[in-house]
C-alpha cells in the first residue's frame, strides 16, 4: 500500500500554509479574533515586518483557562456552532484554524484574561508539544504573540520578502481593518517605530485622516444610498486626488474587508472619463446587507466573499458614486466641516441652499451688481487670469477654470445630445462656405457626406478638392464662421484618415473636435458677465470637472490652505 495518514504535525503545517501565506496573514487572523472579542484597542508590535515577532494586545472579552487549551486545535472556535450558522456569519472568523495554523508554523504565546475575572492565564505552543497553561498576570483582554515564523518551514521561509516588504503588507491589513472600524483604537508598532496611532473617531472622516492624513480627508466625498435592504456609504476622492494603484481603495462588507472584481470595476467605471487611465481613486466604502445575502466561506483567508445576488448590490454602488460624482460641489462638504471653516454653512448637507449662500457673500456682491452680473450658483466669477483662466469662489475656495476646455465641455455635451436624439439643430448658410483642401482629404470628406450629417454638417462636393459647406450645427454655427472652415476640415478630414469606418469613438472624437473648434480660445477676454454664465453652464453638467479626454477642467484651492500658506492657521 503505498497511502498512508499524514501525522498531525504534518498536516497541520500543510494546512496552515493555506492560511497563513506570510506575517500579514497571521496579524490579520490575530487581529479578526480581536475584533471578534469585541475590542475597543487594539495594539500591533511588529519585529522584522513581523516574521521576527508578531505581538497583538487587546482588551477584548479575553478566554479562560480551558478556552485557552481548546483554542489553538484544528476546527475550535466558539464563532458558530451548527451548518445553519454559516448561512448567517457575523463574525470576522468562524472556520477554527488561524490559531491552530499560527501555532502549527510559529513559536505561539497567549495570555488572557475574560472580562470581569480576576485571574490571566498563559500558554506556549509550537506545532511539536503545549505548555500550560500556568497562571499569569494581565489586565482583562489577551496577548497573541508569534516569534519566528516559518522557522519550521524553511521552504515557506525562503519566499518571504525582506522585513520591510513583509511590514508594508502587514502595515496595509492594519490600515484597512482601522478603517474597517473606526470606533476602535489602533496603534501599530514597527521595531521601535510607531508607525501608527489612531485613537477611537466618531465617524469614518475621522479614521481616513488618520490613516491617509488631513489632505485627503479633506478632499474626499461622501456616498450614501440605500436600497432593498442594501446600504452603500463612505467616502471617495475628488478627481484632483488620485493614485497610482488600486491599493487605497477599500471595500468593507458587513464591516469585513473584502476584495471583489465586481465592485472594483464599478468604482472604476464611476471614474471613466473622470481619470486618465492609470489613475485611480482612494474609496473606503461599507456595504450592509443582510448577513445571509452574502456568503463568506469561500476564500481561506476570507479576503473574497460572494454575493446572492451581486448585480443589486452593484446598481446600488453604481447609483452612490454616480449621485456622489455628478454632484454640482466640487468641493468636499468634509472641507467646509474641518474646524476652521465657517460654522455658518450647513456643513453635514451635500446641498446647499443658493439662498444661505447668498447671505454670506452679500458684502461682496457689490462688484457683480455693478455690471449687472446675476449670481444665482454658489460660484462667483472673479475675474480672468492671463485671459485663459477664469477665477472663481465658491463657497470660500478658490476655483481655476480653463474657459476653452470648459466651453468646449459645454459645447459636446449639447451637440451630443442633440445628436443622440437625431436632431441637431442646423444653420442653412445662404451663400455655401467654399473649403479647399487636399484632394484626398477633400474626397474623403465628401465620402462621408452621411457620416457628418448626422452631426449637423452638410456639404456638398465640388470636385477638385473643393467642396461646398451648406449647413452647420447652429449651436457652433456663428462661433466657427469667425475661427474659419479651413482648418477644421483640415483636422476632420485626419480623424477619417485614421478612423476610416465612423464608428462611436470616432463619432465621439469627431463632436469634440465641432467642439473644440468653436469653443473660446485660450487668450481671449471675457466680460464677467460671460465668465458667470460659462461658469454656471459648466456647472449644470453631469460631470463638469474633466472634459471627455480626462483632461481637467477645474482647478481648486482651498481656503484653508491660503490661510496656511499666509500663515493665518
Ligand atoms: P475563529 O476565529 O475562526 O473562531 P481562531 O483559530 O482564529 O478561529 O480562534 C479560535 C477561537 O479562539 C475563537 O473562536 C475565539 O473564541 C478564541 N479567540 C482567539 N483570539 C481571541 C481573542 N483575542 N480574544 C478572545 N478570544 C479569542
Ligand atoms: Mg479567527
Redesign the pocket.
Known amino acids: 500500500m503505498k497511502i498512508r495518514l499524514l501525522n498531525d504535525a504534518l498536516a497541520g503545517k500543510i494546512a496552515a500554509g493555506e492560511v497563513i501565506e506570510r506575517p500579514a496573514s497571521a496579524v490579520k487572523?490575530?487581529v479578526?479574533?480581536?475584533l471578534?472579542?469585541k475590542?475597543e484597542s487594539i495594539a500591533v508590535e511588529l519585529e522584522q515586518g513581523g516574521i521576527g515577532r508578531i505581538a497583538v494586545r487587546?482588551d477584548?472579552?479575553?478566554?479562560d483557562k480551558d478556552?485557552l487549551v481548546v483554542?489553538v486545535q484544528r476546527h475550535?472556535?466558539?464563532?458558530i456552532e451548527r451548518e445553519p450558522d454559516l448561512d448567517r456569519i457575523a463574525?470576522?472568523?468562524?472556520?477554527?484554524?488561524?490559531?491552530?495554523s499560527i501555532a502549527a508554523v510559529s513559536r505561539l504565546r497567549i495570555i488572557?484574561r475574560p472580562r470581569g475575572t480576576e485571574q490571566a492565564h498563559e500558554i506556549r505552543v509550537t506545532a511539536e508539544d503545549v505548555e500550560g497553561p500556568l497562571p499569569a498576570a494581565r489586565a482583562p483582554g489577551?496577548t497573541?504573540e508569534a516569534r519566528e515564523l516559518f522557522f519550521n518551514l524553511p521552504a515557506r521561509a525562503r519566499f518571504l520578502g525582506t522585513p520591510r516588504t513583509e511590514f508594508l503588507h502587514a502595515n496595509r491589513v492594519i490600515r484597512r481593518l482601522a478603517l474597517s472600524r473606526p470606533s476602535v483604537s489602533w496603534s501599530l508598532t514597527h521595531g521601535d517605530r510607531r508607525v501608527l496611532e489612531a485613537p477611537r473617531v466618531e465617524d469614518l472622516p475621522g479614521r481616513i485622516g488618520q490613516v491617509y492624513g488631513a489632505e485627503v480627508a479633506r478632499a474626499m466625498i461622501p456616498i450614501d444610498t440605500s436600497s432593498e435592504g442594501i446600504r452603500v456609504s463612505g467616502f471617495i476622492s475628488q478627481p484632483d486626488l488620485r493614485r497610482g494603484n488600486r491599493r487605497d481603495q477599500l471595500f468593507c462588507v458587513n464591516g469585513r474587508p473584502v476584495s471583489d472584481r465586481g465592485l472594483s470595476y464599478v468604482l472604476a467605471s464611476a471614474y471613466h472619463g473622470i481619470l486618465r487611465s492609470g489613475s485611480y481613486p482612494l474609496a473606503v466604502i461599507h456595504i450592509d446587507l443582510p448577513f445571509e445575502h452574502v456568503e463568506v466561506n469561500v476564500h481561506p483567508r476570507k479576503e473574497e466573499i460572494r454575493f446572492a445576488e451581486p448585480r443589486r448590490v452593484q446598481e446600488t454602488l453604481h447609483r452612490a458614486l454616480q449621485g456622489a460624482l455628478s454632484s454640482r460641489y466640487v468641493v468636499s462638504p468634509l472641507l467646509l466641516a474641518s474646524p476652521s471653516a465657517q460654522p455658518a454653512v450647513e456643513t453635514a448637507k451635500t446641498e446647499i441652499s443658493p439662498l444661505a449662500f447668498r447671505q454670506k457673500v452679500g458684502t461682496t456682491r457689490n462688484a457683480h451688481e455693478a455690471e449687472n452680473v446675476r449670481v444665482d450658483s454658489e460660484r462667483r466669477a472673479i475675474g480672468q487670469l492671463l485671459r485663459t483662466y477664469l477665477l472663481v469662489e465658491c463657497l470660500g475656495h478658490l476655483e481655476i477654470i480653463d474657459q476653452h476646455i470648459a466651453h468646449e465641455r459645454i459645447l459636446f455635451e449639447q451637440l451630443r445630445r442633440q445628436s443622440r436624439q437625431g436632431e441637431v439643430a442646423r444653420q442653412q448658410f445662404l451663400l455655401p462656405v467654399r473649403v479647399e483642401l487636399p484632394f484626398e482629404s477633400a474626397t474623403l470628406v465628401a465620402a462621408n457626406q452621411e457620416q457628418l450629417e448626422r452631426v449637423g454638417i452638410v456639404i456638398e462636393e465640388f470636385g477638385g478638392g473643393t467642396f461646398l459647406l451648406r449647413a452647420f450645427p447652429s449651436l457652433l454655427a456663428e462661433a466657427q464662421s469667425r475661427h474659419g472652415f479651413q482648418e477644421l476640415f483640415e483636422r476632420i478630414a485626419e480623424l477619417l484618415e485614421r478612423g476610416k469606418k465612423v464608428s462611436d469613438v470616432l463619432f465621439d472624437r469627431l463632436l469634440s473636435e465641432l467642439a473644440c473648434g468653436a469653443a473660446i480660445k485660450a487668450g481671449t477676454r471675457m466680460p464677467l458677465a460671460e465668465q458667470q454664465a460659462l461658469v454656471d453652464r459648466l456647472m449644470q453638467l453631469d460631470n463638469p470637472y474633466t472634459c471627455p479626454h480626462g483632461r481637467r477642467i477645474i482647478f481648486t484651492i482651498s481656503g484653508e490652505e491660503l490661510d496656511r500658506r499666509f500663515g493665518r492657521t
Not at 477584548?60 to 478566554?63: Q, R, S, V
Not at 475550535?76 to 464563532?79: D, E, G, L
Open positions: 487572523e490575530i479578526e479574533n480581536c471578534d472579542a475590542s487587546d477584548g472579552e479575553g478566554m478556552d483554542c475550535a472556535t466558539s464563532k463574525t470576522l472568523g468562524f472556520r477554527g484554524e488561524a490559531l491552530a488572557s489577551t497573541v
